[in-house]
Structures are given as C-alpha cells and as structure tokens.
T-cell receptor
C-alpha cells in the first residue's frame, strides 16, 4: 500500500493563477480531508468528504473547491491563488464505517508546499 | 477561538529522561483525543489516542493521561530518545461532528543526546 499520495511536493504560483493539488489513497477509506498548516497555527481543516459525491466545508474553506468523484481521489482546487494561501497542504484519510466509528486515526500524506507570490 | 491548546511551543529534554507534553481543551463535547508526531518534510503520523471513558492509555514508551474535569491531557514519553525529536500535535473530535478533528498548534520536542 502506498497510503496517501500527494502531488506535487512543491509549487510556486503567481497571484491569480489556478491549480489543483492532487490526493489519492489506496486504502479504500471513505473519509478524506484537506488541512493546511501555517506557522503558529497548527493544522486547520479546509474541506472534507465522507464518501464519493459528498463534500462539506471545514474551518477555512474560502478560496478552495473540492469534489469527490471516486473513493480514491480528493483533489483540492485553487481557482485564483492569493498570497494568503501560501502554506503547506496535507491530505488525510481514514475509515469511517459504522463499526469503526469516528475514532479511527487519520493517515496523512507528506504534504504539498505551496508559495503564492 | 482555539478549542485545543498546546501552550508550550517547545520543550527540550535530556535523553533517557521523561518528556511531558500538555494539551488543554475547551469544548466539553470532545470525547476522543489523539496525539500525532510530525517530522520535518513529512506528514503527521498517529501516535496514541484515548477515549473519554478512560483516564489512561499506554503503548510502549508512550502514555496519554486524560483529566476530564480539568479538560486536560498529557503525553508522557519514557525514556525519551533522540529519535523522538519532532513536533507533537494534540487533536480532539466530538461525536456527531462529522468526523472532524481539531488540532492544537503543536509542541516541538527536542531530545538531546
């Protein structure tokens, strides 16, 4: 198992450009999510999905779009990048079946470091 | 409003000694708590967790203690090793919150040889 795979590892964008951060998992996890990590701010939830076709907003959703067409993939789209979106982005997944319940730990990818100039 | 607080940004400990990392929370709906460890340029990895029905959980050198009345939990690492040097995040979730985890800001632990 590769676990959670994020691409690219690094990206530099100019203000106003768009891009998609890719996330794929091969563990058949129903739940997937995106976090951003900023200095002194910890990890903050951007968007999450509890299954294919279902997405919802987290703590800091503005400026980001997501979709979940398959169980494996959960891309994060920046439609018009802003310097405030300079951050390290982590995708995470976990099982969320009724028997496992909500307390199965998140499995994280290794992150995408994004700089917006 | 920060619901999960790690008030110590950093902690330095001698190899072989005990490391104690602290975490406080304000949301009384939290009923499950986790600790994650993060090395530079890697994603966080799950370390240990505890349910609110328990007050202690052990896994090898790692023990998590939960004091519900004080809304406080702590992670003890005994004995500390240089490979334990990392950022440690405390996280919490509440039943019925659609599986959202709320993280603290993290504590950088440095274990000196």
């Amino acid at each position: 198992n590769a676990g959670v795979t994020q691409t690219p590892k690094f990206q530099v964008l100019k203000t106003g450009q768009s891009m998609t951060l890719q996330c794929a998992q091969d563990m058949n996890h129903e739940y997937m999510s995106w976090y951003r990590q900023d200095p002194g701010m910890g990890l903050r939830l951007i968007h999450y999905s509890v299954g294919a076709g279902i997405t919802d907003q987290g703590e800091v959703p503005n400026g980001y779009n997501v979709s979940r067409s398959t169980t494996e993939d959960f891309p994060l789209r920046l439609l018009s990048a802003a310097p405030s979106q300079t951050s390290v982005y982590f995708c995470a997944s976990r099982r969320s079946t009724a028997t496992i319940s909500y307390n199965s730990p998140l499995h994280f990818g290794n992150g995408t470091r994004l700089t917006v100039t | 409003d920060q619901q999960v607080k790690q008030n110590s940004p950093s902690l330095s400990v001698q190899e072989g000694r005990i490391s104690i990392l602290n975490c406080d929370y304000t949301n009384s709906m939290f009923d499950y708590f986790l600790w994650y460890k993060k090395y530079p340029a890697e994603g966080p990895t799950f370390l240990i967790s505890i349910s609110s029905i328990k007050d202690k959980n052990e896994d090898g050198r790692f023990t998590v203690f939960l004091n519900k009345s004080a809304k406080h939990l702590s992670l003890h690492i005994v004995p500390s090793q240089p490979g334990d040097s990392a950022v440690y995040f405390c996280a919490a979730s509440a039943r019925g919150s659609n599986y959202k985890l709320t993280f603290g800001k993290g504590t950088l632990l440095t274990v000196n040889p």
